[in-house]
């Protein structure tokens, strides 16, 4: 969808290019998905340098909340730094420096140990994996994905992480809760996709709803009653256009299971009544497909 609304507006019509893009947007859940555990570390390694600083004070005033070890020895985060598949991944992506963004990790780090989260967890005398496993979920679900800051970062590094943001931090929840003090090698394939038939599909799709675009907004020109295509939204377009690609060329998803999804992507993405609109142009063209013996599917 998101590509399809950018090659309105460009002539590039090299389709190495546009499968470079596209394959962009699948890598990017990848890579924010590395950097949000890469973060979480950042945050420990932030931890341990503020617990040595606290303990050469000079002054003698020390802050039960820098001389607290739980953070910095959190078992869940250094089975992490110490797992070679983690730190192989990290290394690879080379996706963010944190010694460069300092003051984001500055920023974090604060506003965890200012929070009840951690006042209680700072009390724990002796901590274990899972107590450790609850606190990591905690500050991530409670703190990091809701600081302004951060999202701000997010936004401004990767034009995909914004969407991806929302999926990628159920994925990291989930791989924290099903980590076990054994090793990560079962989590962390990190596949794209579940199957290579869905591969197949996304690129199928991506590559039918290119082609036939163009043609695609003729058909919707056709049923758009008393409007003119240039006055609909664009992003209306593009979803009604997808959602014709994949229902006449892809035959082991239902018709109206297509529609469905379409509509509820179009109410994420458009206005409150782009759904309506697209169903109704959908079901149109879906009727006039079927009447001309174009559209066999159910």
């Given at each position: ?141 409670e703190i ?28 990291i929840l ?117 009447k001309n ?6």
């Amino acid at each position: 969808m998101q590509y399809l609304y950018s090659f309105q507006f460009t002539e590039n019509e090299d389709t190495k290019v546009h499968k470079k893009y596209f394959n962009d947007c699948f890598s990017s859940v990848n890579s924010l998905f590395i950097m949000l555990v890469s973060l979480i570390i950042e945050l420990q390694n932030k931890s341990q340098k503020q617990l040595n600083i606290s303990k050469r004070s000079i002054s003698g005033i020390q802050n039960k909340k820098y001389l607290s070890k739980n953070f910095s020895q959190n078992l869940l985060i250094k089975n992490w730094l110490n797992d070679p598949i983690i730190f192989e991944q990290i290394a690879n992506k080379n996706i963010v420096n944190w010694d460069i963004n300092f003051k984001l990790i500055d920023n974090l780090y604060k506003e965890i140990i200012n929070s009840g989260v951690y006042d209680k967890y700072i009390l724990i005398e002796k901590s274990s994996f899972e107590i450790d496993k609850k606190f990591v979920s905690s500050i991530f679900s409670e703190i990091i994905i809701k600081n302004d800051i951060f999202y701000d970062f997010v936004q401004d590094s990767n034009i995909f992480w914004s969407d991806d943001f929302p999926f990628v931090n159920t994925l990291i929840l989930r791989f924290i809760k099903s980590s076990k003090n054994d090793g990560f090698e079962k989590l962390l394939t990190l596949g794209l996709f579940s199957s290579k038939s869905d591969e197949n599909f996304a690129k199928f799709l991506f590559e039918s709803a290119l082609f036939n675009h163009k043609s695609n907004l003729s058909l919707i020109n056709k049923y758009l009653k008393n409007w003119d295509v240039e006055r609909v939204a664009k992003i209306d377009l593009v979803l009604i256009s997808l959602a014709i690609s994949e229902i006449v060329n892809i035959d082991s998803i239902p018709m109206k299971v297509s529609l469905n999804e379409y509509i509820e992507i179009a109410k994420d993405y458009s206005s409150d009544k782009s759904s309506f609109f697209i169903n109704g142009v959908l079901d149109k063209i879906c009727k006039d497909l079927k009447k001309n013996k174009k559209l066999t599917k159910e």
